[in-house]
C-alpha cells in the first residue's frame, strides 16, 4: 500500500487527510514540531502505538526551517506522495511576523523540494497553495486569474506556488498546486474569523462571554467544508500528470452575514454582542475572494456539497456541544442578564 507524508498533520487540514488516507489503505508519516506540551488534539484519535510494528501512523519531529532533518525524512521514508500543509498560515500574524512567514510558508516549501530532488525519491508532491494569492484580483478567481498578493502571507505562498511549478518545468517532478479557497469545520484554528464567531457566539450563551471582538465585517469569503477540500488534494495526486487547479464552492458571503447566520441559529441578534475592533484590521484586506472551481470539476469530477449555512450549523453544533450546551431544538438557554435565548430546530 501507498506511503504518504503529511506536512502541517497537527493542523485543521493535515488532521482531515490524514483521516481519509488511513481509510485508503495508505502509511501516513506526519512531521510535528517539538513543543513544551502537547499539540496533537486533532490527531489523538488517530494514534497508534509506535512499538506496534501494524502501526500505520508514524509522527517524526521536525521543522520547516530545518532543511538537514526534511532531506533524511525523505531517506528514511521514500514515500510516494507528499502533502504539504505546513505554514505559518495566518493572514494578520503574517504582517507582525513577515520575515518568519517568508522563511517558513515560502521557503518552507522550497526545503522540501529540494529534499525530494537530493534524495532522489520520485514522490509526488501536493502544495498547499491559496486564493490569498489573488488579493484584489476581479471575481471569479480561476486558474487564469492574475496573482495580487496583499499580504506577506500571500506573496511567501506565491513564491512557493512558482518553485512549484519551476520544480516541475525543471527536473520532472509530479508536483501540483492545489489553490483552496477558505475551508473550515470545528477544527479550525480558534483565531481565524468563522471558528472565532462560533465560539463566541457558544460562549456568549454559556455567559462566559459578553462581547465579540471583529474587524473588517464587509470582507467577502468564499468559505467550505474542509473535509471535502482534503478529498481534492488527494485527487489532484491521482491524476496522470501533475497541474494546478482551484478548490472552492462558488459562492461568497460576507464576515457580517457569517456573524448573522451563526447569532440567528440561536435566535440571538448579533448586534447586542458585536463591537468593532480596530486591532482585527489588516493594513491591507483581501475584500472578495468567490472561486471558479470548473476545471477541477471537470478534470476531477469534485464538487463540494456542504452549503454555507450547513457549514455555520456544523461548526455552531460542535461548539455549542463543546460548551456543554444543548443543540437547537432541544431545549434553550437562559442567559447570565436574564433574557432567554430559544434554542430552535434548524
Ligand atoms: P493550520 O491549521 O494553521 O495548520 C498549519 C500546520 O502547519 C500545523 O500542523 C502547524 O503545526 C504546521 N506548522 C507551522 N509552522 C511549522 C513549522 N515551522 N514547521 C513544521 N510545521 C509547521 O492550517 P490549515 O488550515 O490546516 O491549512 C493547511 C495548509 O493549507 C496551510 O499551508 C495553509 O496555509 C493552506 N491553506 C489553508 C486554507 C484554509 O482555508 N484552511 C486555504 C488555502 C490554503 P503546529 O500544530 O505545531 O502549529
Ligand atoms: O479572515 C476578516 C478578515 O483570518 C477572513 C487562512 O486559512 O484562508 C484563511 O485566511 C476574513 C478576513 O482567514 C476578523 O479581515 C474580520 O477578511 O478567517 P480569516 P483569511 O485571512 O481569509 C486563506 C484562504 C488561507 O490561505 C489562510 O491560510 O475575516 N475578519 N474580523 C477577521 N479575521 C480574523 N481572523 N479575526 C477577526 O476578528
Given at each position: ?59 517524526h ?5 530545518d ?19 505546513g ?32 534524495s ?6 501536493y ?13 471569479p ?9 496583499r ?21 520532472g ?6 489553490i ?7 477544527r ?12 463566541a ?19 467577502r469569503?468564499?468559505?467550505g ?11 489532484m ?82 461548539d455549542?456541544?463543546?460548551a ?15 433574557r432567554l ?6
Amino acid at each position: 500500500m501507498p506511503t504518504a507524508i503529511i506536512t502541517g498533520i497537527t493542523g485543521q487540514d493535515g488532521s482531515y487527510l490524514a483521516e481519509l488516507l488511513l481509510a485508503k489503505g495508505y502509511t501516513v508519516h506526519g512531521l510535528i514540531r517539538r513543543a513544551s506540551t502537547f499539540h496533537t488534539e486533532r490527531i489523538e484519535h488517530l494514534y497508534q502505538d509506535p512499538h506496534d510494528p501494524l502501526a500505520r501512523i508514524v509522527l517524526h519531529y521536525g521543522d520547516l526551517s530545518d532543511s538537514s532533518q526534511l532531506t533524511n525524512l525523505f531517506y528514511e521514508v521514500r514515500p510516494d506522495e507528499v502533502y504539504h500543509l505546513g505554514a505559518q498560515s495566518h493572514v494578520r500574524v503574517s504582517f507582525d511576523m513577515p520575515d518568519y512567514t517568508g522563511d517558513i510558508t515560502g521557503l518552507g516549501a522550497v526545503r522540501l523540494l529540494e529534499a525530494i530532488r537530493k534524495s532522489g525519491v520520485g514522490c509526488r508532491i501536493y502544495q498547499a497553495s491559496s486564493s490569498e494569492m489573488y488579493g484584489d484580483a476581479p471575481a471569479p478567481q480561476n486558474e487564469q486569474s492574475r496573482f495580487q498578493p496583499r499580504s506577506p502571507y500571500a506573496a511567501a505562498k506565491l513564491y512557493a506556488y512558482w518553485m512549484v511549478r519551476n520544480y516541475r518545468e525543471g527536473y520532472g517532478l509530479f508536483a501540483c498546486n492545489g489553490i483552496m479557497f477558505n475551508h473550515e469545520s470545528p477544527r479550525r484554528g480558534e483565531t481565524f474569523v468563522t471558528r472565532k464567531i462560533t465560539r463566541a457566539v457558544s460562549a456568549i450563551l454559556a455567559g462566559r462571554q459578553k462581547t465579540l471582538f471583529l474587524g473588517n465585517l464587509e470582507a467577502r469569503r468564499d468559505w467550505g467544508f474542509a473535509p471535502e477540500y482534503v478529498e481534492g488534494m488527494w485527487l489532484m495526486l491521482q491524476q496522470e500528470a501533475p497541474c494546478d487547479l482551484v478548490f472552492g464552492t462558488g459562492e461568497t458571503h460576507s464576515v457580517r452575514e457569517f456573524v448573522e447566520e451563526a447569532f440567528g441559529y440561536v435566535n440571538l441578534d448579533w448586534r447586542e454582542y458585536v463591537a468593532e475592533d480596530p486591532r482585527y484590521l489588516r493594513p491591507t484586506e483581501v475584500p472578495l475572494l468567490l472561486a471558479d472551481p470548473s476545471e477541477a470539476k471537470r478534470r476531477l469530477g469534485w464538487e463540494p456539497g456542504i452549503t454555507f449555512r450547513d457549514l455555520v450549523r456544523i461548526m455552531m453544533d460542535a461548539d455549542l456541544e463543546a460548551a456543554g450546551l444543548p443543540a437547537p431544538g432541544e431545549g434553550k438557554r437562559c442567559l447570565t442578564d436574564g433574557r432567554l435565548a430559544w434554542l430552535r430546530k434548524p
